[in-house]
């Protein structure tokens, strides 16, 4: 994986300096909690792609429940209960499922609890399996009391229970130690898989809350973990230059008073769109918060918005362009490789007469390439990843290395990255209106 | 279709008296245009709902080329050439595509170029599409130049001509009269709509652009048509408590004016997330714009966001409460109705005691008001959009009342709605960077 932070973005060498020694310390604490191990703080996430433990729970409840059978995995689950395993499985495999009518087992999401969606995925199932072993449940919910999560998986129960009977062997429960989910799994010998307490949702997709649907799938989580663990070195570095979580966690905080408020994740490959939803929850909770750390109130947050390339240039681009000066661009793309015929004269080709003798992977690369001179040309801030494909281990890599970034960024705009105190305003709420 | 626009927007009646007194004249320059008729303004596009002439020539060539054999329609487009089609078949049959695998006709969008997707696709097809008859394309492109997309039609034709034999009879060609593409077609004998030239790509829905795919896919593009002439008249209103684009227009502008500088619109029926890229479009080039209408350097914009409930309120849900004052929401839901059980104490059900006795309809719409109170609670403004239903009427209603809306608040803000001059910025460098 590589990174462009310093070209285009703005931000000066001594701006760099002054934001790695704010963060030193950190650095060290969260370097000592890798050392430590376990996940007695909330930093601990680090030590899941190390964890061993984790990797044969979840490899033998596979040996368990996985066989060549397996049609359908359906995940129940939101926010940081899905999005995670969405953002990993789209790009490697959801983006084309419903062209890749063949190719099984399917992940399927199933967040809230709209019904025409719920519906027509109870529909689908009744008729396409046709025995236990062909679908898995998985109920993720860390606090075991999601409304939209317990609903749905009570509604997929007693749906499927009407034509495969008890069905307690092909659901596979992920939650906090000790929730009342894990008890009530526990007393209908239902299989559980633990989250480590400290670990938030939206830092877990490499907990069993991502492995085990995404290893159902057939994705090597080995390699996701792998990767994750290749990048955390570099993102433990003192060195800018080394540590890319440093440096766009510094360039975002940085850029973020002198008013650059939203950051767009620009992705230049569409199956990434999910992998930008998991990272718009990322950074919209983490330093979305009303409070600093001393409980002054102080309304911070950078709002993440995620782009498509190159369809948002004929959509958003024109904003992002002309418009007003308030984003800072983080641009990711993977290489566009694999054999294609170039064009040549033929019935519509000669329409455009740039197309000549290229191919469409030439093509996308230029437009890339040209989205970026335009940003600079008109001085507008940006970063640059480039994936060398799009793999379980380069997805692994990036979901560590934002998850570090944002560990970072928190501190420097002195917030805690580990709560999200204002959900409760919605859920309070609602409570009441059903009351 | 209801609205609300006052109760929780914080915009005091003279800024809305303002606003009208600003819109006055132009607004009687848009009946203008409706009395006049034809397309030789650009808000000429109001014309389009009520044209008998585009609604014959649409329905005389799908007589002609759609049948009962009709499996797929491939919509080749980007942008304005497809996000509007994609926002009403993604509502009423696109969500759930990947589920109802034995509905007929799909309608599948290729608008970038980026290859895994096309091969996908191509597999699909190729695999699926037996005869001629079985697939139509729709090659929508304005200027009959966008790179993309004819790309992706040289590929789709040379591709499918060597399963199908010659396929000129089963494109149909969507661009403006006298484009480059049109003359290609007429030489190929490749049937042609046109789009008045006037109409911008982005108000362009209810043209050919939209009604010809969204037909051949079954949608009853009369009704859809009835939807938009109907709110078309309220929005010619100058009541602020009738016409509710003008409501909205004021409001945003008003609100930008205080630093409201990011419009999320949060749809609390996840069926609708197409609609809000559609409106992402509408908004983001519309009034995001580098120069005012004297060509001074204003870089004037709002960011247009999408959310979806109740998905988002475990993802930036903590942001939008805790965060920034720069938001103005615009709620969208559709009354969560239909045939539901209700939950009793089942295996998972009594982990949450809120959903005992109530049905998922029940507790969504508890969300939905919950989500609003939480708002009211933090003094963030929001306006309300209240569907019947989920149907062609009401999506051709929500679709014009967009477009008057964005033309009244480009008007307010000074910027044209109707050009995007900085979009040559990425074409000019990608074909600098071709050669």
């Given at each position: 994986?590589?990174?462009?932070?310093?070209?285009?973005?703005?931000?000066?060498?001594?701006?760099?300096?002054?934001?790695?020694?704010?963060?030193?310390?950190?650095?060290?604490?969260?370097?000592?909690?890798?050392?430590?191990?376990g996940?007695?703080?909330?930093?601990?996430?680090?030590?899941?792609?190390?964890?061993?433990?984790?990797?044969?729970?979840?490899?033998?409840?596979?040996?368990?429940?996985v066989?060549?059978?397996?049609?359908?995995?359906?995940?129940?689950?939101?926010?940081?209960?899905?999005?995670g395993?969405?953002a990993?499985?789209?790009?490697?495999?959801?983006?084309?499922?419903?062209?890749?009518?063949?190719?099984?087992?399917?992940?399927?999401?199933?967040?809230?609890?709209?019904?025409?969606?719920?519906?027509?995925?109870?529909?689908?199932?009744?008729e396409?399996?046709?025995?236990?072993?062909?679908i898995?449940i998985?109920?993720?919910?860390?606090?075991?009391?999601?409304?939209?999560?317990?609903?749905?998986?009570?509604?997929?129960r007693?749906?499927?229970?009407?034509?495969?009977?008890?069905?307690?062997?092909?659901?596979?429960?992920i939650?906090?130690?000790?929730?009342p989910l894990q008890?009530?799994?526990?007393e209908?010998?239902i299989?559980?898989?633990?989250?480590?307490e400290?670990v938030?949702?939206?830092?877990?997709?490499?907990?069993?809350?991502g492995?085990?649907?995404l290893?159902?799938?057939?994705?090597?989580?080995?390699?996701?973990?792998?990767?994750?663990?290749?990048?955390?070195?570099?993102?433990?570095?003192?060195?800018?230059e080394?540590?890319?979580a440093?440096?766009?966690?510094?360039?975002l905080?940085a850029?973020?008073?002198?008013?650059?408020?939203?950051h767009?994740?620009?992705?230049?490959?569409?199956c990434?769109e999910?992998?930008?939803?998991w990272?718009?929850?990322?950074?919209?909770?983490?330093?979305?918060?009303?409070?600093?750390?001393?409980?002054?109130?102080?309304?911070?947050?950078?709002?993440p918005?995620?782009?498509?390339?190159?369809?948002?240039?004929?959509?958003?681009?024109?904003?992002?362009?002309?418009?007003?000066?308030?984003?800072?661009?983080?641009?990711?793309?993977?290489?566009?490789?694999?054999?294609?015929?170039?064009?040549?004269?033929?019935l519509?080709?000669g329409?455009?007469?740039?197309?000549?003798?290229?191919?469409?992977n030439?093509?996308i690369?230029?437009?890339f390439?040209?989205?970026?001179?335009?940003y600079?040309?008109?001085a507008?801030?940006?970063?640059?990843?480039?994936?060398?494909?799009i793999?379980?281990h380069?997805?692994?890599?990036f979901?560590?290395?934002?998850?570090?970034?944002?560990?970072?960024?928190?501190?420097?705009?002195?917030?805690?990255?580990?709560?999200?105190?204002n959900?409760?305003?919605?859920k309070?709420?609602?409570?009441?209106?059903l009351?």
């Open positions: 994986m590589q990174f462009n932070f310093k070209d285009s973005i703005g931000v000066r060498d001594n701006v760099f300096r002054e934001g790695r020694e704010i963060l030193a310390p950190y650095i060290a604490y969260v370097q000592k909690t890798i050392d430590d191990g996940y007695d703080k909330e930093e601990g996430f680090a030590n899941l792609p190390g964890d061993e433990v984790l990797l044969t729970a979840v490899q033998t409840l596979i040996a368990e429940k066989t060549g059978k397996l049609v359908y995995v359906v995940v129940l689950g939101i926010g940081g209960s899905n999005l395993t969405k990993v499985y789209d790009a490697l495999h959801g983006f084309v499922d419903a062209l890749e009518l063949k190719r099984f087992p399917k992940l399927l999401f199933l967040d809230t609890i709209d019904a025409r969606y719920r519906n027509a995925l109870m529909i689908l199932l009744k396409r399996v046709t025995s236990p072993e062909e898995l998985c109920l993720v919910s860390k606090s075991g009391g999601t409304a939209e999560t317990i609903a749905n998986a009570e509604y997929v007693v749906e499927l229970e009407q034509n495969l009977g008890d069905m307690s062997d092909r659901f596979v429960v939650t906090d130690p000790n929730s008890k009530k799994a526990d209908h010998a299989a559980v898989l633990t989250v480590p400290k938030n949702g939206r830092f877990a997709v490499l907990s069993a809350v492995l085990f649907p290893a159902a799938a057939g994705i090597d989580i080995r390699a996701m973990r792998e990767g994750a663990l290749a990048i955390q070195k570099t993102c433990l570095s003192l060195s800018v080394e540590n890319p440093l440096a766009s966690a510094i360039a905080w850029l973020h008073k002198e008013g650059y408020t939203i767009d994740t620009f992705f230049f490959n569409p990434l999910s992998l930008g939803k990272y718009r929850q990322l950074m919209g909770e983490s330093v979305g918060k009303e409070n600093d750390l001393h409980g002054q109130v102080i309304h911070m947050g950078i709002t918005t995620v782009s498509i390339g190159s369809n948002d240039l004929h959509s958003v681009g024109q904003l992002y362009i002309g418009g007003p000066k308030d984003k800072v661009t983080t641009f990711v793309v993977a290489e566009h490789t694999g054999p294609e015929r170039t064009f040549e004269e033929g519509f080709a329409l455009v007469p740039e197309l000549r003798g290229k191919t469409p030439t093509i690369t230029a437009m390439e040209g989205t970026k001179a335009a600079k040309n008109h507008l801030p940006f970063m640059e990843v480039v994936f060398p494909d793999s379980a380069s997805l692994g890599s979901l560590q290395y934002k998850m570090f970034e944002m560990m970072y960024l928190a501190k420097l705009l002195n917030v805690d990255a580990f709560d999200q105190p959900v409760e305003a919605f309070t709420e609602t409570k009441r209106i009351k």
